[in-house]
C-alpha cells in the first residue's frame, strides 16, 4: 500500500465554521507534512511531525490546528478562515529512517466564503 | 536558509524531443537529497527521480535523467522521447536537513503532439 489518503476532496467553508482535514496512510512512515498550494505556485510547507510529534512549524496562524492522533493519521484543524486561506491542502508521508522521498495525497481543494 | 531555484517559468517541445529542466539550489550542507517531483492537473505530486548528494552517478528513470553538479549546486532534469502525458508541472526539492522539503518555484512542462 503507496497510497497516500486525503479526505475531503473538495470543501467550502464560511468564515465562522470549524472544519478538519485528514490525511491518511499505512506505509509505516513516521513524518507526515501539511503543505499549502495556491494556483500556479510551489507547495509551501506548514507543518511536520515526525514520530506523532510537531517538530516544524512555519509560523503558520493558529487558525490552522495540525493534530497527530497516531502513526497513521494527519488532521489539520480550520477555525475562522479567511478567504485568501482559499488553496490545494497537502498531505505528504515520508519514511524518516531512510530519507526517502515524499509520497503525496491527491489533496483538498478548500474554499472559504 | 537554502532556497531552490528554477529559472524556467514555461517551457513546450515537440513530442519525442528531449527537453532539459533546470533547477539550481543553495546549501551548506554536504550531504542532502534532491528530487523532481511532477503536478498534472490532476494535482497529485508524483516523484519522478530523486538522486543523493553523496552519489557522483546521475540518477535514472527510463526516459528521465538528470545532470547532477555538486560543485555547481545544479540538479537538470532531462526528458527524453517526451509523450503527451508528460505534460505538467515540475518542481525542483531539496530536503533540508532530513525533514523539511523545500521545492522551486516550477516550470510548467507542455509536450505538444
Known amino acids: 500500500d503507496t497510497e497516500v489518503t486525503q479526505t475531503p476532496k473538495h470543501l467550502v467553508m464560511g468564515m465562522t465554521n470549524k472544519k478538519s482535514l485528514k490525511c491518511e496512510q499505512h506505509m509505516g512512515h513516521r513524518a507526515m507534512y501539511w503543505y499549502k498550494q495556491k494556483a500556479k505556485k510551489p507547495p509551501e510547507l506548514m507543518f511536520v511531525y515526525s514520530y506523532e510529534k510537531l517538530s516544524i512549524n512555519e509560523s503558520v496562524p493558529s487558525r490552522f490546528s495540525p493534530e497527530c492522533p497516531n502513526s497513521s493519521l494527519l488532521n489539520l484543524h480550520l477555525h475562522a478562515l479567511q478567504p485568501e486561506d482559499s488553496a490545494l491542502y497537502l498531505c505528504?508521508?515520508?519514511?524518516?529512517?531512510?530519507?526517502?522521498?515524499?509520497?503525496f495525497g491527491q489533496g483538498t481543494r478548500l474554499t472559504v466564503v | 536558509a537554502q532556497t531552490v531555484t528554477q529559472s524556467q517559468p514555461e517551457m513546450s517541445v515537440q513530442e519525442a524531443e528531449t527537453v532539459t529542466l533546470s533547477c539550481t539550489y543553495d546549501t551548506s550542507e554536504s550531504n542532502y537529497y534532491l528530487f523532481w517531483y511532477k503536478q498534472p492537473p490532476s494535482r497529485q505530486m508524483i516523484l519522478v527521480i530523486r538522486?543523493?548528494?553523496?552519489?557522483?552517478q546521475n540518477a535514472t528513470e527510463n526516459r528521465f535523467s538528470v545532470n547532477f553538479q555538486k560543485a555547481a549546486k545544479s540538479f537538470s532534469l532531462k526528458i527524453s522521447d517526451s509523450q503527451l502525458g508528460d505534460t505538467a508541472m515540475y518542481f525542483c526539492?531539496?530536503?533540508?536537513?532530513?525533514?523539511?522539503?523545500?521545492f522551486g518555484q516550477g516550470t510548467r512542462l507542455t509536450i505538444n503532439p
Open positions: 526539492a531539496f530536503l533540508q536537513g532530513a525533514q523539511k522539503l523545500v
Open positions: 505528504a508521508t515520508r519514511d524518516r529512517l531512510w530519507n526517502t522521498e515524499a509520497f
Open positions: 538522486q543523493e548528494a553523496y552519489k557522483q
